[in-house]
């Protein structure tokens, strides 16, 4: 028998109490609060499930189970587990005394089912003019950072997004975790890998970046940037390698900006931080914020906003180029509106004729001027 059928058998048994939620499509991630409460992402929204470890030491069993088969450790010594499962699904558990209550487990399983932009449509997450005008954005190598919080679908937009990339461009992909599987026949994966226990094979996402500017990209993009890996990203966004993407955490554009220049100054290059804020200014053309509404589940594209630089006080100079607009409710409760153009027309509005790509021009010619 295959190592990997080995441990799918074992995964199995361990994880039975589990067994019909990793089995459902419908449940995008599994929360083990300790060994006896389960709660479900299902639609968006969280459900209190009866499902329930027989003890602690059972949870205990799985999660080591799940450990020693990506080689690495988890106890009270080394607290936090990060791993990833033979169908892709992204596990992260805190053993105590980190955990106060008991062993937590979270599952964030992998969609076979890739969302392309056509199914955010469908959705209602995004609008025709707003995805003609992404698509058209991508083809001018325009930055894009995707904005958002824990569970709003970062990801799966930028794997949506990508889609638009021109299929004869050479792309590396940087990921913590490997989640985004690009439709471009010319792809390279690279994922970070922790130590084993001694201390030996670890590669950062920023090494990997290093890395990355040697392989010829056209473009580059970082799954989400965490920490001094940003600075790197920012100056070969500068230095040429336009039209990369990447994801961060942040609830709005303006704070999206913020947070990737304290990121940029958490690398061990000490440059003062006017220096920072000018770089991320100069790099980042367009925010993509998107947001996951509790009270329906529902996850749209809320902004889209360009950066333009700074200003006399040295501060972000932004423009709304599109805006989420509710319209009231269905008979479900669901949210209903569109994301709608604010009238502003970006810096960049003749690029499109400059480049011969207005042939792509069909519903979103307001934005755009010869």
Known sequence: MLREAVFDASLDYFLSPLRDFLADDSVTEIMVNGHEQVFVERGGQLEQTTARFESADALYSAVQNIAQWVGREI?????????????????????????KTGLYLTIRKFSRDLLTLDDLLRYQSISPIAKEFLEICVRL???????????????????????????????????????????QPHCLYLEAQSPDPHGRGGVTVRQLFVSSLRMRPDRI???????????????????????????????????????????ALMS?????????????????????????????????????TEV?????????????????????????????????PTGALPSFASEPYLQGIEDAIIQSEALWRA
Not at 233 to 244: F, K, L, N, R, T
Not at 283 to 290: R, W
């Open 308 to 340: 333009l630089g700074l200003d006399e006080h040295n501060q972000y100079q932004v423009q709304e180029l599109f805006r989420f607009k509710m319209r009231g409710r269905d008979a479900s409760g669901r949210r209903q509106g569109e994301l709608e």
């Open 75 to 99: 106890s009270a010594q080394r607290p936090v587990l990060d791993a990833r499962l033979p169908n892709g699904s992204r596990v992260h558990a805190i053993a105590p005394p980190a955990a």
């Open 221 to 263: 993009i970082v799954g989400e940037v965490r920490a001094g890996e940003a600075l790197d990203m920012v100056q070969s966004m500068i230095s040429g390698h336009a039209g990369s993407m990447s994801t961060v955490h942040a609830s709005n554009p303006r704070d999206a900006v913020v947070r990737l220049e304290t990121l």
């Open 141 to 183: 190598r325009k930055n894009t950072l995707i904005s958002g919080g824990t569970g709003t679908g970062k990801t799966s937009l930028l794997n949506a997004l990508s889609a638009a990339i021109p299929r004869e461009e050479r792309v590396v992909v940087i990921e913590d975790t490997s989640e985004l599987k690009l439709r």
């Open 268 to 304: 061990d290059i000490e440059i003062p931080q006017l220096i920072a804020r000018a770089q991320v200014a100069s790099a980042i053309h367009l925010i993509v914020q998107i947001s996951r509404f509790t009270d329906d589940g529902s996850r749209r594209i809320t902004q889209i």
